[in-house]
Protein backbone atom coordinates (compact mmCIF):
# COMPACT_ATOMS: atom_id res chain seq x y z
CA UNK A 1 0.00 0.00 0.00
CA UNK A 2 1.36 3.13 -1.18
CA UNK A 3 1.48 5.63 2.40
CA UNK A 4 0.95 8.54 0.84
CA UNK A 5 -2.28 7.70 -0.85
CA UNK A 6 -5.70 8.88 -0.07
CA UNK A 7 -7.47 6.60 1.46
CA UNK A 8 -10.48 7.25 0.95
CA UNK A 9 -10.07 8.26 -2.64
CA UNK A 10 -9.87 4.50 -3.38
CA UNK A 11 -12.97 3.19 -1.51
CA UNK A 12 -15.93 2.57 -4.29
CA UNK A 13 -19.27 4.12 -3.85
CA UNK A 14 -21.47 2.23 -1.72
CA UNK A 15 -24.70 0.60 -3.45
CA UNK A 16 -27.72 1.87 -1.82
CA UNK A 17 -30.16 -1.24 -0.40
CA UNK A 18 -33.49 -1.26 -1.08
CA UNK A 19 -36.06 -0.49 1.81
CA UNK A 20 -38.46 -3.09 2.04
CA UNK A 21 -41.92 -2.64 4.06
CA UNK A 22 -44.27 -6.21 3.65
CA UNK A 23 -47.31 -6.63 5.43
CA UNK A 24 -48.58 -10.12 5.55
CA UNK A 25 -52.13 -10.70 4.75
CA UNK A 26 -53.52 -13.56 7.21
CA UNK A 27 -57.17 -14.24 8.03
CA UNK A 28 -56.84 -15.13 11.58
CA UNK A 29 -55.57 -11.58 11.90
CA UNK A 30 -58.00 -8.66 12.08
CA UNK A 31 -56.82 -4.89 12.19
CA UNK A 32 -53.05 -3.94 10.77
CA UNK A 33 -50.30 -4.36 13.43
CA UNK A 34 -46.80 -5.53 14.25
CA UNK A 35 -45.94 -8.89 12.28
CA UNK A 36 -43.74 -10.12 15.44
CA UNK A 37 -46.13 -8.77 18.37
CA UNK A 38 -49.19 -10.53 16.50
CA UNK A 39 -46.83 -13.58 16.13
CA UNK A 40 -46.68 -13.76 19.58
CA UNK A 41 -49.51 -13.85 20.84
CA UNK A 42 -51.05 -16.11 18.10
CA UNK A 43 -51.30 -18.38 20.38
CA UNK A 44 -53.75 -16.83 22.79
CA UNK A 45 -56.22 -15.80 20.08
CA UNK A 46 -59.66 -16.90 21.57
CA UNK A 47 -61.19 -18.84 18.21
CA UNK A 48 -64.65 -19.93 19.59
CA UNK A 49 -66.09 -16.92 18.06
CA UNK A 50 -63.85 -17.54 14.71
CA UNK A 51 -65.28 -20.99 13.27
CA UNK A 52 -68.69 -22.07 12.43
CA UNK A 53 -69.21 -24.46 15.30
CA UNK A 54 -67.60 -23.49 18.83
CA UNK A 55 -68.95 -26.32 20.73
CA UNK A 56 -66.76 -28.78 18.07
CA UNK A 57 -63.96 -30.12 19.92
CA UNK A 58 -62.45 -31.34 16.70
CA UNK A 59 -62.88 -28.42 14.82
CA UNK A 60 -61.40 -25.76 17.26
CA UNK A 61 -58.65 -28.00 17.10
CA UNK A 62 -58.06 -27.79 13.37
CA UNK A 63 -58.63 -24.43 14.01
CA UNK A 64 -55.77 -23.30 16.61
CA UNK A 65 -53.38 -25.86 14.40
CA UNK A 66 -53.87 -23.39 11.28
CA UNK A 67 -54.25 -20.44 12.84
CA UNK A 68 -50.66 -21.19 14.54
CA UNK A 69 -49.23 -22.03 11.40
CA UNK A 70 -50.42 -19.21 9.68
CA UNK A 71 -49.15 -16.57 12.66
CA UNK A 72 -45.62 -18.99 12.34
CA UNK A 73 -45.69 -16.88 8.33
CA UNK A 74 -46.03 -13.90 10.00
CA UNK A 75 -42.61 -14.74 12.35
CA UNK A 76 -40.70 -15.83 9.26
CA UNK A 77 -41.95 -12.28 7.27
CA UNK A 78 -40.59 -10.49 9.88
CA UNK A 79 -37.18 -11.99 10.03
CA UNK A 80 -36.85 -11.76 6.45
CA UNK A 81 -33.02 -10.59 5.91
CA UNK A 82 -31.14 -10.01 1.84
CA UNK A 83 -27.87 -8.64 1.36
CA UNK A 84 -29.69 -6.28 -1.18
CA UNK A 85 -32.70 -5.24 1.04
CA UNK A 86 -33.20 -3.14 4.03
CA UNK A 87 -36.56 -4.96 6.13
CA UNK A 88 -38.17 -2.76 7.99
CA UNK A 89 -40.59 -3.80 10.54
CA UNK A 90 -43.26 -5.95 8.88
CA UNK A 91 -47.35 -5.58 9.29
CA UNK A 92 -50.06 -8.56 9.58
CA UNK A 93 -53.46 -7.65 8.60
CA UNK A 94 -56.74 -9.60 8.17
CA UNK A 95 -59.19 -8.10 5.67
CA UNK A 96 -60.66 -5.40 7.95
CA UNK A 97 -57.46 -3.75 8.02
CA UNK A 98 -55.75 -4.41 4.79
CA UNK A 99 -57.40 -1.24 3.21
CA UNK A 100 -55.14 0.66 6.09
CA UNK A 101 -52.07 -0.43 3.88
CA UNK A 102 -52.52 2.00 1.61
CA UNK A 103 -53.07 5.18 4.32
CA UNK A 104 -50.11 5.02 6.16
CA UNK A 105 -47.24 7.14 5.75
CA UNK A 106 -43.65 5.77 4.05
CA UNK A 107 -40.40 6.38 5.36
CA UNK A 108 -38.35 7.49 2.59
CA UNK A 109 -37.62 5.12 -0.20
CA UNK A 110 -39.98 2.80 0.72
CA UNK A 111 -41.11 0.06 -1.23
CA UNK A 112 -44.03 -1.64 0.41
CA UNK A 113 -45.49 -5.52 -0.38
CA UNK A 114 -48.27 -7.36 0.31
CA UNK A 115 -47.86 -10.81 0.76
CA UNK A 116 -51.04 -13.11 0.65
CA UNK A 117 -50.64 -17.23 0.38
CA UNK A 118 -52.60 -20.10 -0.62
CA UNK A 119 -56.15 -19.56 -0.87
CA UNK A 120 -56.59 -16.61 1.87
CA UNK A 121 -56.98 -13.91 -0.41
CA UNK A 122 -60.49 -15.73 -1.30
CA UNK A 123 -61.61 -14.40 1.88
CA UNK A 124 -62.19 -10.98 0.34
CA UNK A 125 -65.21 -12.24 -1.96
CA UNK A 126 -66.30 -10.65 -4.85
CA UNK A 127 -64.29 -7.34 -3.47
CA UNK A 128 -61.01 -9.15 -3.99
CA UNK A 129 -60.19 -7.60 -6.94
CA UNK A 130 -60.78 -4.34 -6.04
CA UNK A 131 -59.20 -4.33 -2.69
CA UNK A 132 -55.95 -5.21 -4.42
CA UNK A 133 -56.73 -2.61 -7.41
CA UNK A 134 -57.04 -0.39 -5.54
CA UNK A 135 -53.69 -1.47 -3.15
CA UNK A 136 -51.45 -1.11 -6.41
CA UNK A 137 -52.50 2.14 -7.29
CA UNK A 138 -51.61 3.43 -4.09
CA UNK A 139 -48.15 2.05 -4.78
CA UNK A 140 -48.44 -1.31 -3.07
CA UNK A 141 -46.82 -4.55 -4.49
CA UNK A 142 -47.94 -8.11 -4.03
CA UNK A 143 -46.87 -11.36 -3.80
CA UNK A 144 -48.92 -14.62 -4.00
CA UNK A 145 -47.19 -17.62 -2.40
CA UNK A 146 -50.23 -20.23 -3.73
CA UNK A 147 -49.11 -23.53 -2.38
CA UNK A 148 -52.59 -25.04 -3.37
CA UNK A 149 -54.65 -25.01 -6.50
CA UNK A 150 -55.49 -21.64 -6.71
CA UNK A 151 -55.90 -21.33 -10.62
CA UNK A 152 -58.14 -24.01 -10.50
CA UNK A 153 -59.83 -23.55 -7.17
CA UNK A 154 -59.50 -20.16 -5.92
CA UNK A 155 -62.97 -18.14 -6.99
CA UNK A 156 -61.28 -14.92 -7.34
CA UNK A 157 -58.10 -15.86 -8.98
CA UNK A 158 -59.11 -14.29 -11.95
CA UNK A 159 -59.61 -10.97 -10.18
CA UNK A 160 -56.30 -11.27 -8.49
CA UNK A 161 -53.97 -12.01 -10.89
CA UNK A 162 -53.81 -8.87 -12.65
CA UNK A 163 -52.68 -6.67 -9.90
CA UNK A 164 -49.64 -9.35 -9.07
CA UNK A 165 -46.50 -8.56 -9.06
CA UNK A 166 -44.88 -11.86 -8.24
CA UNK A 167 -46.96 -15.51 -7.97
CA UNK A 168 -44.95 -18.53 -6.66
CA UNK A 169 -47.09 -21.44 -7.05
CA UNK A 170 -46.63 -25.38 -7.15
CA UNK A 171 -49.34 -26.30 -9.29
CA UNK A 172 -48.61 -26.87 -12.87
CA UNK A 173 -49.51 -26.14 -15.23
CA UNK A 174 -51.97 -23.11 -14.34
CA UNK A 175 -55.21 -22.98 -16.02
CA UNK A 176 -54.83 -21.10 -19.16
CA UNK A 177 -57.15 -18.78 -18.91
CA UNK A 178 -55.67 -17.73 -15.08
CA UNK A 179 -52.45 -17.19 -16.34
CA UNK A 180 -53.54 -14.82 -18.99
CA UNK A 181 -54.75 -12.78 -16.79
CA UNK A 182 -51.16 -12.24 -15.28
CA UNK A 183 -49.69 -8.70 -15.88
CA UNK A 184 -47.08 -9.06 -18.43
CA UNK A 185 -44.67 -8.39 -16.13
CA UNK A 186 -45.33 -10.75 -13.75
CA UNK A 187 -42.54 -12.78 -12.41
CA UNK A 188 -43.67 -16.69 -11.50
CA UNK A 189 -41.70 -19.26 -9.78
CA UNK A 190 -42.90 -22.57 -10.02
CA UNK A 191 -41.80 -24.69 -6.81
CA UNK A 192 -43.57 -26.14 -3.90
CA UNK A 193 -44.23 -24.95 -0.71
CA UNK A 194 -41.23 -24.63 1.93
CA UNK A 195 -40.43 -24.78 5.55
CA UNK A 196 -42.25 -22.08 7.44
CA UNK A 197 -39.59 -21.52 9.83
CA UNK A 198 -37.17 -18.72 10.96
CA UNK A 199 -33.65 -19.82 9.45
CA UNK A 200 -31.67 -21.68 12.20
CA UNK A 201 -34.22 -21.10 14.72
CA UNK A 202 -33.60 -24.90 15.73
CA UNK A 203 -29.61 -25.81 16.61
CA UNK A 204 -28.32 -28.72 15.23
CA UNK A 205 -28.65 -31.68 17.36
CA UNK A 206 -25.02 -33.21 17.19
CA UNK A 207 -26.56 -36.72 19.20
CA UNK A 208 -30.33 -37.00 18.92
CA UNK A 209 -32.14 -40.43 19.45
CA UNK A 210 -31.46 -43.31 17.19
CA UNK A 211 -34.68 -43.30 16.27
CA UNK A 212 -37.53 -42.36 13.88
CA UNK A 213 -40.51 -39.90 13.75
CA UNK A 214 -43.67 -40.85 11.52
CA UNK A 215 -45.03 -37.59 10.79
CA UNK A 216 -48.84 -38.01 9.43
CA UNK A 217 -51.35 -35.41 8.54
CA UNK A 218 -55.09 -34.97 8.54
CA UNK A 219 -55.40 -38.34 6.31
CA UNK A 220 -55.54 -39.69 9.77
CA UNK A 221 -55.27 -43.46 10.54
CA UNK A 222 -56.51 -44.74 7.02
CA UNK A 223 -56.09 -48.30 6.04
CA UNK A 224 -53.10 -47.78 4.02
CA UNK A 225 -51.15 -45.57 7.09
CA UNK A 226 -52.00 -48.64 9.77
CA UNK A 227 -50.49 -50.77 7.32
CA UNK A 228 -47.52 -48.38 7.55
CA UNK A 229 -47.19 -47.83 10.16
CA UNK A 230 -47.30 -51.64 11.88
CA UNK A 231 -44.89 -52.36 9.35
CA UNK A 232 -42.30 -50.15 10.71
CA UNK A 233 -42.75 -50.57 14.01
CA UNK A 234 -42.53 -54.42 13.74
CA UNK A 235 -39.06 -53.43 11.70
CA UNK A 236 -37.82 -50.90 14.20
CA UNK A 237 -39.60 -52.12 17.20
CA UNK A 238 -38.82 -49.49 19.81
CA UNK A 239 -36.92 -47.08 17.64
CA UNK A 240 -39.88 -45.73 15.91
CA UNK A 241 -42.86 -43.41 17.38
CA UNK A 242 -45.47 -42.21 14.96
CA UNK A 243 -47.88 -38.99 15.38
CA UNK A 244 -51.03 -39.92 12.83
CA UNK A 245 -53.62 -37.43 14.00
CA UNK A 246 -53.82 -34.55 12.00
CA UNK A 247 -50.98 -32.81 12.14
CA UNK A 248 -48.02 -30.96 14.84
CA UNK A 249 -48.78 -27.92 16.51
CA UNK A 250 -45.70 -25.12 15.52
CA UNK A 251 -44.79 -25.13 19.71
CA UNK A 252 -44.43 -29.11 18.64
CA UNK A 253 -41.87 -28.97 16.05
CA UNK A 254 -38.89 -27.68 17.52
CA UNK A 255 -39.05 -30.65 20.53
CA UNK A 256 -39.12 -33.16 17.08
CA UNK A 257 -35.29 -32.68 16.36
CA UNK A 258 -34.20 -34.97 19.35
CA UNK A 259 -34.95 -37.77 16.48
CA UNK A 260 -33.05 -38.23 13.56
CA UNK A 261 -34.83 -39.66 11.45
CA UNK A 262 -38.37 -37.98 10.34
CA UNK A 263 -40.71 -40.23 7.60
CA UNK A 264 -43.26 -37.95 5.59
CA UNK A 265 -46.15 -40.36 3.97
CA UNK A 266 -47.29 -38.89 1.77
CA UNK A 267 -47.24 -35.92 -1.04
CA UNK A 268 -50.49 -33.46 -1.34
CA UNK A 269 -53.08 -33.89 -3.91
CA UNK A 270 -52.12 -37.18 -5.29
CA UNK A 271 -54.94 -37.38 -7.37
CA UNK A 272 -55.04 -34.13 -8.98
CA UNK A 273 -52.43 -34.00 -12.21
CA UNK A 274 -52.17 -30.19 -11.07
CA UNK A 275 -50.36 -31.12 -7.99
CA UNK A 276 -48.34 -34.21 -8.95
CA UNK A 277 -45.05 -32.49 -8.76
CA UNK A 278 -46.30 -31.34 -5.44
CA UNK A 279 -44.82 -32.31 -1.85
CA UNK A 280 -46.30 -31.45 1.81
CA UNK A 281 -44.03 -29.43 3.78
CA UNK A 282 -43.01 -31.64 6.35
CA UNK A 283 -39.91 -32.62 4.43
CA UNK A 284 -38.77 -28.95 4.28
CA UNK A 285 -39.03 -27.89 8.16
CA UNK A 286 -37.59 -31.66 9.22
CA UNK A 287 -34.48 -31.29 7.58
CA UNK A 288 -34.11 -27.73 9.08
CA UNK A 289 -35.13 -29.21 12.32
CA UNK A 290 -31.59 -31.29 11.92
CA UNK A 291 -33.63 -34.54 11.00
CA UNK A 292 -33.14 -36.78 7.53
CA UNK A 293 -36.23 -35.99 5.81
CA UNK A 294 -37.70 -39.85 4.60
CA UNK A 295 -40.50 -38.85 2.04
CA UNK A 296 -42.77 -40.47 0.05
CA UNK A 297 -42.72 -39.50 -3.53
CA UNK A 298 -44.87 -37.54 -5.12
CA UNK A 299 -46.66 -38.63 -8.91
CA UNK A 300 -44.00 -36.69 -10.72
CA UNK A 301 -41.12 -35.59 -8.43
CA UNK A 302 -40.93 -32.13 -8.69
CA UNK A 303 -38.82 -30.22 -7.14
CA UNK A 304 -37.90 -33.65 -4.45
CA UNK A 305 -35.73 -35.10 -7.89
CA UNK A 306 -33.16 -32.23 -6.81
CA UNK A 307 -32.75 -32.57 -3.53
CA UNK A 308 -32.94 -36.63 -3.26
CA UNK A 309 -30.15 -35.98 -6.08
CA UNK A 310 -28.25 -34.30 -4.20
CA UNK A 311 -28.61 -36.64 -0.65
CA UNK A 312 -30.91 -33.97 1.07
CA UNK A 313 -33.72 -36.21 1.66
CA UNK A 314 -34.72 -40.05 1.35
CA UNK A 315 -37.53 -41.13 -0.86
CA UNK A 316 -39.41 -44.44 -1.49
CA UNK A 317 -42.45 -44.97 -3.50
CA UNK A 318 -46.07 -45.20 -2.81
CA UNK A 319 -46.59 -48.48 -1.21
CA UNK A 320 -42.83 -50.28 -1.71
CA UNK A 321 -42.29 -51.20 1.51
CA UNK A 322 -38.87 -52.71 1.33
CA UNK A 323 -37.77 -49.52 -0.03
CA UNK A 324 -39.05 -47.61 3.04
CA UNK A 325 -37.18 -49.52 5.27
CA UNK A 326 -33.97 -49.48 3.50
CA UNK A 327 -34.65 -45.45 3.16
CA UNK A 328 -35.05 -45.51 7.10
CA UNK A 329 -31.73 -47.58 7.95
CA UNK A 330 -29.67 -45.32 5.29
CA UNK A 331 -31.37 -42.30 7.68
CA UNK A 332 -30.63 -43.86 11.02
CA UNK A 333 -26.78 -45.09 9.58
CA UNK A 334 -25.79 -40.83 8.44
CA UNK A 335 -23.09 -39.46 10.60
CA UNK A 336 -23.16 -35.78 11.89
CA UNK A 337 -21.37 -34.31 9.16
CA UNK A 338 -24.20 -35.78 6.71
CA UNK A 339 -26.88 -34.51 8.85
CA UNK A 340 -25.07 -31.13 9.24
CA UNK A 341 -25.07 -30.71 5.48
CA UNK A 342 -28.97 -30.99 5.04
CA UNK A 343 -29.40 -28.59 8.70
CA UNK A 344 -27.39 -26.06 6.44
CA UNK A 345 -28.63 -26.69 3.10
CA UNK A 346 -32.86 -26.23 4.60
CA UNK A 347 -32.38 -23.47 6.68
CA UNK A 348 -30.83 -21.53 4.18
CA UNK A 349 -32.27 -22.39 0.78
CA UNK A 350 -35.76 -24.03 1.80
CA UNK A 351 -37.05 -21.27 4.17
CA UNK A 352 -40.39 -18.96 3.40
CA UNK A 353 -38.65 -16.29 4.24
CA UNK A 354 -35.66 -17.27 2.51
CA UNK A 355 -38.31 -17.58 -1.11
CA UNK A 356 -39.72 -14.42 -0.78
CA UNK A 357 -36.60 -11.83 0.37
CA UNK A 358 -35.63 -13.49 -2.83
CA UNK A 359 -38.28 -13.18 -5.06
CA UNK A 360 -39.20 -9.49 -4.08
CA UNK A 361 -35.11 -8.61 -4.45
CA UNK A 362 -35.39 -9.78 -7.88
CA UNK A 363 -38.13 -7.92 -8.68
CA UNK A 364 -35.56 -4.46 -8.44
Known amino acids: ?8 AAQP ?9 VCYFNTWARELEDARTYADRAAAIELAPLVSDPRDPALLRKARLDC ?7 R ?8 GLEFLPAWVSGPPGLIELARQPREPGEERWLITMGQQPQALKTAAGKVFALLAKSGVRHLLYAFDEASRTMACFNDVAPHLDVLIHDEWPLVEAGRARLRPGCRTLHRSWVANLVPWAAPFNEAPEEKIIFLGSQLGLTP ?15 RFVASHDHSVS ?21 ASPAMSRSHTDRPFWSGCLGM ?5 NSKAGGRLDELAAAGLILRYAHGDGKALVAACERALAMGADERRRIHEHFNRRETVGT ?6 AAEG
Open 76 to 83: CFAAMRHD
Open 250 to 270: VAERFSLNRFKVSVCPEGRHF
Open 292 to 296: VPVAE
Open 68 to 74: DWYGENA
Open 224 to 238: HRRRQIEFLRQTFKD
Open 355 to 360: VVAEMI
Open 1 to 8: MNPTADPM
Open 13 to 21: PTERRRTIR
